[in-house]
């Protein structure tokens, strides 16, 4: 009598996972062990004796670490469990981390990364035993020299910061070269570009002139021309910008950098929507990074590793970073490690290799047709995911009013916050009780209370809608039950976390030894010793 | 072909199906996807079909087309390799591939301590298990690699003293050493004093060490895998002028080797590609930075540093980021450097490395590369044009320097064998890593193979 089911509510019970599990130290039995490693063998000790012992005074360590002793399955339990407590992008409908082109990361690409001929590969070992990675790289670098436009590419660096981190030193080195160095001390950028343009040029010297859009939200073309000067040694910027408008005069601000004698520097760590459409050396750019993590189909790693890529126009060449690999004529394959100009080595050996051989299995995958499907679908997602999200009162999408979005847009909920005090932070907070990530945006909020969606290619128009029935339905609590909202949240892992402790230097714990010295054995509410 | 056309829907792209696109496109209001492209000018659109091979589409052949590549590769049998130079082989367990595979943690990114509460969780536990190691109190979430965390210690104790010069008293890994001069040029001048005997020469720092002096950069084990054998010694004079020890190493040593620490390092760093990381063609590298629970050095890290918070409910551990505000996510370029995404899963890695090892895993470890480094290089200095490079305490690496025959023209000779003897340094010395996974019946396969070339050299 009890079928049939019911038909399930329009918004999903979804609950996380919670074990309420301990910090790993606490899980420790003395004697536990959870692997053995190889021990030394009668007839090393009988030549070489007890080599502990015979350390000179002072380095041998006087007490062993404090790990914890643990069986090794409940290791592995303790493990899974945690990793049950956290959503990653293949449980999520992962639209809500705009900027970072959330898309799905092919499981047969981990598995070919993961082939056994590249875990035990040395990268020292003779160049013939690792023809077949070193191919992938090469070809990896021309497939992304025809997608950036760029003449060459050099895939060193392990994550998108650290690529924008090459472009500048290769930028300083080319003017060091050209003896211009003490004249060009500034680099422009702009509000909506990310923030490590920013923070790469501060680090590598410059002084950072930051542009703030114009009134339809397009980069302020005016005060790009007042800021360039003869001391400009590059600008460094995104487009489309972190609202998703695309600079239409992205080509005269490079002509106008170039007529300072400026170089143009392109952040496409995201550049999922103009894939196959448009590319940075058409419109003029001396040098761009891509993020093989967002663009280009690998995963996150939970904050990295991902891996950036450097492409350049022919005059930035000899400043890359080395080696690069080259193909010789008769095909094989080798390290072109003799580049005097090069900004040296910026990484361990050759780049991120498991990253390398997922996105180069990525972009095979896809091919020049797929690639520009991948752009339009992204783009076309966005479009239907905005029209939904407009249509939720409070939500709007600032600057250049009923104009389209490329591959994401910065959204403000200002009217919802006006109406119910209920902040954008406080909103994500509760559609993660839906089993949704979100986020706001970087920092400063130029947008006020904003949010930033960016659907890529990669979920169905049916989850597009559910997430936008997420949004519409806190939404709906914040003007009906704002105590829900404000007290989330109720599905998760864990409830309401007080953060203050985190930003005084006397309360804070910043590992489980500061945080026993600060509060004994104590819980984490009583009082510092 | 145009993509809109595309006769199926890609498995990567649900809505290519005609039907979803065509109903979207309806719903927005347009006919075209064209028109969502209105701001990129005609003049800068690509109007042909990007020049790139076949698509694979069906995965079954791009899964034989990229094996087939891979397969290419030779890497050595087990044991074979006495490779290091800055990648090592170590023995990688189970669990922690079995861990950071798991979907949960691989695909995440960004999420906020709530919906991503394990991935908090876990990487204030690799924090945590670092520290003790180190014997620190604070280790921040990993940056991308050994370079950077060196480059970054030596940026901050610049930062923190107001200083330029640091004296690099260790022969440290060349290509790491490229890096740092790179990134902090404009603030630090690099001034060697090259070691004695493989180890740091007191009285020639002495001489150079005064109050413009930011920092004593020492790196043990070192380049050539010599262990700093008068740390204490450096960090104390080092201290009396105000500058600041950094110390670039190898948190594996740690089960065994007094850490830095207690010997006077403020701020330690280094790989972690040892703890858990297989050798992947060197492309498996995490940095660690680590320093004393002191804001003026807390203050100066990029790096996001997860620190642990009581919650609503008695009993429950909460997690948010420490000092926020120092960050570039924070205050753009008023931040110290820059934070970014660099290798959180790595240090996922070396937490569940450290949790299974234990301390008593850790002891075993650090004595079996110290007794098998001191087997080899005994086992090789008994050969005739044999002779150690120096006298030091060595630690998984180490230099003979061979009379009669090139280093290179070793590395040729046994690569018919299927051993790679090490890494030639000049035209003298050969740089041989020794790790636990080069078993005594390897050493002795290595010190046979090396004692024939010589003696057919001589004959």
Redesign the interface.
Known sequence: MSLPVARKPALRRFH?ARW??P???ELSAPG??????????P???A??GD??SG??D?????A???????G?MR??R???????????????V?VG?GT?T?????K?N???A?????????????L??????L??IW?TQR?LA??SGMDEVGLH??????AI?ANI?MIRAYFEGRGEAEQRTEVITTIFSH??N????????YE?I?IYPDADGYPDIEAFKRALSPRTAAIMVTNPEDTG????R??EWVELAHSVGALASYDQANANG??????AR??GFDVCHF?L?KTF?T????????AGANGVAAHLVPFLPRPIVVRDDDGTFRLDDVRPLS???????????????RA??W????????????A??A??????LM?RVLQIPGASAPYATG????EQVRYSWQDLYSETGISSEEI??RA?DY?M?Y?TS???YVVPQPFTLEPT?????SELDEYADVLAQVAREAREAPDVVRTA?HN????????D???D?ER????????Q?KYGCG???SSPG | ????S?PYA?P?????APE??A???A????TS?D???????D????HR?????????A?QD??R???G????????A?GR?F?G???Y?H?V?A?VD??I???????????????????F?????Y???M???L?M???T??T?????AASTAL?MAGRITGRRTVLVASEVLP??R??V???VR??LDLVDVPPRDAIADLPALLAVLDESVAAVWVEPPSHTGA?E?RL?EVAEAAHAVGAIVVVSTDPIC??????PA??GADIVCG?LQSLGL?????????GFLAVH?D?RF?MELPSR?F???????????????????RT????????K??????????G?AA??Y???????????????I???T??AQ??LQGIPGVRLGDDA?HFREFTIELSGVSPASV?ERL?PLGI?PG?PLDDQRLLICVT??N??DDIDALAAAVAAILEEDHR
Request: charged share 20%; glycine share 10%.
């Open positions: 996380q309420d599990e910090v790993v130290f536990e062990r959870g692997v053995i490693p190889s021990q030394v063998e007839a090393v000790r030549l070489v080599v502990v350390l000179p002072g380095l041998r360590r006087a062993p670490p404090a790990l914890p002793e643990l090794q290791v592995l303790h493990y899974l469990r945690l990793s049950q407590e956290n959503l990653g992008a293949d449980l999520n992962d981390q970072c959330m898309k799905y990361s092919p047969v981990d598995r070919l993961a082939h056994p001929s590249l875990l035990d590969l040395h990268p020292l070992q003779d013939a035993d690792a023809q077949g990675i191919e992938i070809r497939m025809e997608i660096t392990q994550g998108g910061s650290a981190w030193a923030p490590s920013a923070a790469t040029a501060k680090a590598a010297g950072v930051t408008i695309y600079n239409p992205i080509a103009i894939l196959g459409i448009t590319r058409d419109a993020n993590h189909g995963p996150h790693g939970s904050g990295g590793p991902g900004i040296g080595k910026v990484a361990p050996f050759y780049g991120v290799v498991p990253n390398i051989v180069y299995a972009i095979r995958a896809l091919g020049a047709d797929g690639l520009r499907a991948v339009e679908t783009v076309l997602n966005n479009n239907y029209a104009r389209r979005r490329i994500g907070v993660s089993g990530h986020w970087h920092h400063p290619e990669s979920y169905s128009k949240p998760q892992t864990v409830h309401h976390t007080h953060h402790d985190l930003d230097p804070w714990a910043t590992s489980w030894r500061a945080y010295r819980d984490p509410g | 072909m145009s993509p809109m595309a890609h990567y792209v649900p809505n290519s979803a696109r109903a979207m496109l719903a927005v209001g347009v996807v028109e969502f492209y209105a701001d990129v000018p003049a800068l659109r690509l079909p990007l020049d790139l091979p076949p698509a694979l589409v995965e791009l899964a087309h990229v094996t590549l891979l397969d290419r590769n030779r890497p050595l087990p390799s490779l130079a800055g990648t082989h023995h367990p669990v079995e861990v595979g798991r979907s949960e943690f691989l695909t995440a990114y960004a999420g906020e301590p709530y919906e991503d509460h394990g991935r969780q876990a990487l204030f536990e924090e945590s298990l520290a003790e190691l014997a109190d604070v280790v979430v990993p991308y690699d050994s370079f950077q940026a290509d790491r490229s890096r001069h790179d990134f404009p603030y262990i054998t204490a740690y089960g065994v080797l007094t850490p207690s010997h790989d297989h050798a992947y063609y060197g492309g498996a590298h995490g629970d804001p807390v540093i620190g642990l918070a009581a919650t609503d409910v008695p009993g429950e551990y909460g997690f948010g980021d420490v000092a926020y505000e570039s996510f924070a205050v753009r370029e008023e931040g450097e820059w934070v970014g995404t660099a290798a959180a899963l790595w996922i937490g569940v450290l949790a299974l090892q234990g301390p008593q895993g850790m002891a075993e470890l650090g004595e079996t110290l007794a098998r001191r087997y005994q086992r305490v590395v690569r790679a890494v636990e996974t078993t005594s």
